[in-house]
């Protein structure tokens, strides 16, 4: 099935690799490596006339014995070419020898370091042939660092980092998007993405995952309600959250949902959390808890089960039958927090939606006994969100700053967050509430995976409306408000 949202094809290093093999071995490996690094250059040209001259400034370069060393060297022979001041450090005193060779002819110099003042530093060390562990050098702190492929150090299948990598401001990758930039430590040490097409079109597989695209705007995959609606038809919410210990968190799921657009929210929840929630959104239908009763997802196209119940045992009681009673009428179901230990002892669909962060996927692991998924969760949380879906048949969303969105025999998909600012207390709460009303809305053209990253998608959205320059100074209830646009 085609999908309704502009989604980014990401591989793995080795499936790059894979597919440049051919070429290669046709004789196109220095036609590759021009049009890597050609694209690698173009990047740092752009960078050097948005600070000002490109005539004399200052790049230096790490570079590598391999072909990521390579395209690093051919990049700065470009940029010599340009009147650019350009400096090489060889990391393992030996380089490709051809692209060193241009490098000097060009009046580029090998130097034993990189020079202090150096405006930008291209990290060409190491890139989809990384094997064993890697030292990151010291960089000057003022340089804009430019990442060759990936930063060197980075897992390009994973993001797991073995010893250390330097942080990059931008990172040009060639041939395609790889996870290792968006998943795991590659994730946060990637910085601002580039993708460079070096022809490798048919050659490539198909891909690992997709990336929902970060040049896009999510609200315009929202479908408005049309005059013909009425509150039942736009789609209702049911949300069992909330408990005398933290009421707080059911009136942030409740006001996300009704901010994000819905006919109607229910709320399941004591007496005091109803008082409270209904003070502050008279709009929401209040349902006593546990009421057993059947008919009080009758209306519902979506429930939401988990945010702020606590650890009580009748609250945990009621959200075991909501949530079977949601699987009995096959009807999107998150899953958030606590309502998570409850996993193990129910039978799920792809239609449930679990979002733990990883600290609940990693109890998540251990209560369904998945060892395998528990580990993965250090070294390669994509995989590790494939398991825990695999292993509970439910749909997965594993949060961070790189979401992860798995689902049994159907592609995974990412959402990149360049917004900080939502490790806060209470943004889970409000992702809660907009997942449920993008699954009750939205659902007769998304499958509830891709639901759930337009979700994710407009979460962040709201989160940059409210901070534009992320310096993280909002809670959640500024994110809350911020999703009305
Ligand atoms: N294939 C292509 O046609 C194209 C590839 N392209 C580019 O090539 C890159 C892949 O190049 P690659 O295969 O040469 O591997 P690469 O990332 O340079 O690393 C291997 C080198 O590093 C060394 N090394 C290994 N581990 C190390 C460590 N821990 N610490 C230190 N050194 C270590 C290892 O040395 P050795 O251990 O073998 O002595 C070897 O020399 C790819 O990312 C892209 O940039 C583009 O130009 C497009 C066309
Ligand atoms: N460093 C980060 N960058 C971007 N988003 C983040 C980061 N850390 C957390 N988030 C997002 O913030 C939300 C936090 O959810 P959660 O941990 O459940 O919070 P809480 O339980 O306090 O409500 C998730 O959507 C997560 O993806």
Same mark, same amino acid.
Do not use: E
């Given at each position: 099935m085609t999908s309704a949202l502009p989604l980014l094809p990401v591989y793995t290093g080795d499936q790059v690799r894979a597919a440049e093999r051919p070429l290669l071995e046709s004789g196109q490996g220095p036609e590759l490596m021009r049009g890597a690094s050609w694209g690698l250059a173009a990047a740092v040209l752009n960078l050097l006339r948005e600070r000002g001259a490109v005539y004399g400034a200052r790049v230096a370069g790490l570079i590598g014995s391999g072909n990521n060393g390579g395209d690093g060297l051919w990049a700065l022979t470009f940029l010599r070419r340009r009147g650019v001041e350009a400096t090489a450090v060889l990391a393992r005193g030996r380089a490709h020898q051809e692209a060193l060779q241009a490098f000097l002819q060009a009046g580029g110099r090998v130097v034993d370091e990189i020079p202090g003042q150096a405006d930008v530093v291209i990290d @060409?060390? %190491? =890139?989809?042939? /990384?094997s064993g562990e890697f030292g990151a050098p010291q960089l000057p702190e003022a340089a804009v660092v430019i990442a060759c492929d990936l930063p060197s150090g980075v897992d390009a299948d994973t993001g797991e980092v073995r010893g250390s990598a330097p942080a990059a401001d931008h990172t040009v990758t060639f041939g395609g998007l790889k996870l290792g930039l968006l998943a795991g430590d590659g994730g946060h040490l990637s910085g601002r993405l580039h993708t460079v097409d070096i022809g490798l079109g048919d050659h490539l597989p198909t891909p690992r995952a997709q990336l929902l695209s970060p040049d896009w705007d999510p609200a315009s995959s929202w479908r408005p309600p049309q005059s013909t609606d009425h509150k039942y038809s736009r789609g209702t919410v049911h949300v069992l959250a909330g408990s005398p210990q933290y009421p707080g968190a059911a009136q942030l799921t409740v006001g996300a949902a009704l901010n994000t657009g819905v006919g109607m929210v229910t709320l399941e929840a004591a007496e005091e959390v109803r008082h409270q929630v209904l003070a502050a959104s008279p709009e929401v239908v209040g349902v006593a808890d546990g009421a057993g009763s059947e008919d009080r997802l009758e209306k519902a196209r979506a429930v939401v089960v988990g945010p702020g119940l606590g650890d009580q045992a009748a609250q945990l009681e009621a959200a075991s039958a909501t949530i079977d009673e949601a699987v009995r009428r096959a009807l999107p179901c998150v899953v958030d927090a606590s309502a998570l230990t409850l996993v193990p002892e129910l039978t799920l669909r792809t239609e449930v939606l679990l979002t733990p962060h990883v600290g609940e996927a990693r109890r998540l692991a251990q209560g369904l006994g998945l060892a395998e998924a528990d580990e993965l969760l250090s070294s390669d949380p994509v995989a590790a969100a494939e398991a825990l879906a695999e292993g509970t048949g439910a749909t997965v969303l594993l949060k961070g700053a790189t979401t992860v969105i798995a689902s049994p025999g159907a592609e995974t998909l990412l959402h990149r967050a360049q #917004?900080?600012? %939502? @490790?806060? #207390?209470g943004s889970g709460d409000v992702l809660s509430g907009v997942l449920g009303a993008v699954l009750a809305t939205q659902q007769d053209r998304l499958t509830v995976a891709e639901g759930a990253v337009l979700a994710v998608g407009l979460h962040a959205q709201a989160a940059q409306r409210v901070d534009p320059n992320g310096? =993280?100074? /909002?809670g959640a209830s500024a994110l809350m408000a911020g999703l009305r646009a």
């Open positions: @060409a060390v %190491l =890139g989809t042939g /990384f #917004a900080p600012g %939502l @490790a806060t #207390a310096q =993280g100074r /909002f």
